[in-house]
């Protein structure tokens, strides 16, 4: 059985990169850019994992954060996808499994989410890439965009 991502992405080329991505490395992805039907989908479709952009409107990815956590019979890995704003992602950093940096990267993706769902991922290209902490995998390393 393929296993379930949500994305939830307040821009459609990042939306439809991550859908793309996830399809070729044989994840089913459904996308969102809305925080309510977000928290919908969490619970009709019981993911596997929720990727959610740090920067939804009206700063609503904290509270999707603690709902998802929050919510009966859910229990999804994680991943926040951020951009420069550490200060912001640090606040977040400890509520969620991985912090993905943009720019994007479909190797950065498929490896920190095969990383996170247990699947194979492609160790060792350009060195480490995953930091894992304890038992959470903190932030995939910068890896220079080809």
Not at 34 to 40: E, G
Not at 107 to 121: D, M, T, V, Y
Request: proline letters at 4%; glycine letters at 4%.
């Amino acid at each position: 059985m393929r296993q379930v991502v949500l994305i939830v992405e307040s821009n459609n080329h990042a939306e439809k990169f991550f859908k793309s991505c996830l399809a070729r490395n044989g994840y089913y992805a459904i996308a969102t850019d809305d925080v309510d039907k977000a928290l919908k989908l969490v619970q009709a479709w019981q993911p596997d994992l929720v990727i959610i952009d740090m920067h939804l409107a009206d700063n609503a990815t904290e509270w999707l954060i603690k709902s998802i956590k929050n919510a009966p019979d859910s229990s999804p890995r994680i991943v926040l996808t951020a951009c420069d704003d550490l200060e912001k992602t640090s606040a977040l950093d400890s509520q969620v499994d991985a912090v993905i940096p943009k720019p994007l990267d479909c190797w950065r993706i498929a490896a920190a989410i095969g990383e996170l769902l247990n699947k194979s991922a492609c160790a060792g290209v350009k060195g480490e890439f995953i930091a894992s902490v304890g038992r959470r995998v903190k932030q995939v390393s910068a890896l220079p965009v080809a």
